[in-house]
């Protein structure tokens, strides 16, 4: 676990936030893909503008747990909240090791809920089906 | 980078950019430039792994078409995370799909691209591919 007490100003802290929102979004991505949606078509289905969907899908992006879950439900995905092992540091800051996987703390991941096909989270397994995150989180 | 979908190339102003804000971010001295970094890596990822059409358009952004010279065109496509962008074009190179990034504005204040910026992006791609 990481030791959040002693890392108030913490770049593994930050790179989470960024990490979980980024999964988020890229879920969302995968989501429209597979089910030939745009944009405009998930604004549609929300309710709001099409500029405020291609906000929620920026890096600027700041959207609230229950927007989150509104467009997760919409899109068939479904957030879950997974333990992971201990953050390994020494090479996730270097560009070309940027993809290999880490995990740190607390991560929140997310499955369709038809298939259960993906998980998104702070790790890199993004793809990874979800049974075999499970069996490697076991 | 690599991936299933194809390679991301970053070099000149590109490169020496990233190189920057990555030295920045590890110094760990400011949040902004550990965002900026975390963001456009995540990014230049994804496209190696999935392509342009697995990010959104706040993502990665086609921009316009610039003329090089003799009927060629270059078109440039920006990726966004927060004020720090990266310009390049897509190509292919050895036979792999892939992303040049040539030129970069590492803070970027208007919303609107600079295009003395894209220009030079696609003036470098174009100088890159000729060799």
Redesign the interface.
């Known amino acids: 676990m990481v030791d959040f007490k002693s890392k108030s100003f913490n770049r593994e802290l930050i790179e989470f936030e960024e990490d979980t929102l980024i999964d988020f979004q890229f879920a969302v991505m995968d989501a429209l893909n597979q089910a030939d949606m745009s944009q405009k078509d998930l604004s549609d289905l929300l309710g709001v503008s099409k500029a405020r969907v291609s906000q929620i899908l920026s890096s600027t992006a700041n959207p609230s747990i229950k927007l989150v879950a509104r467009i997760c439900g919409l899109l068939n995905i479904k957030p879950e909240f997974v333990e992971c092992d201990l953050l390994e540091v020494e090479n996730r800051n270097n560009f070309e090791d940027a993809f290999d996987g880490f995990e740190a703390g607390w991560s929140i991941a997310a499955k369709r809920m038809d298939t259960c096909q993906s998980v998104w989270g702070i790790n890199d397994n993004y793809a990874e089906p979800y049974e075999e995150r499970q069996k490697v989180s076991a | 980078?690599s991936?299933a979908f194809g390679d991301v190339i970053c070099i000149g102003e590109a490169l020496s950019e990233?190189d920057k804000l990555?030295e920045k971010?590890?110094r760990?001295e400011d949040?902004t430039s550990?965002?900026h970094e975390?963001?456009i890596?995540?990014?230049l990822?994804?496209y190696a792994?999935v392509g342009p059409?697995?990010?959104?358009?706040?993502?990665y952004k086609p921009q316009t078409r610039i003329s090089v010279g003799h009927n060629d065109t270059v078109f440039i496509y920006e990726f966004?995370?927060?004020q720090f962008r990266l310009y390049g074009a897509e190509t292919s190179i050895g036979g792999r799909r892939t992303f040049l990034a040539t030129a970069c504005n590492p803070s970027k204040k208007k919303d609107k691209a600079d295009p003395a910026i894209l220009q030079k992006a696609a003036k470098v791609f174009q100088e890159y591919l000729n060799g």
């Open positions: 980078m991936g990233l990555r971010a590890e760990n949040t550990i965002r975390r963001t890596t995540r990014y990822g994804r792994e059409t697995g990010l959104g358009t706040s993502m966004k995370s927060y």
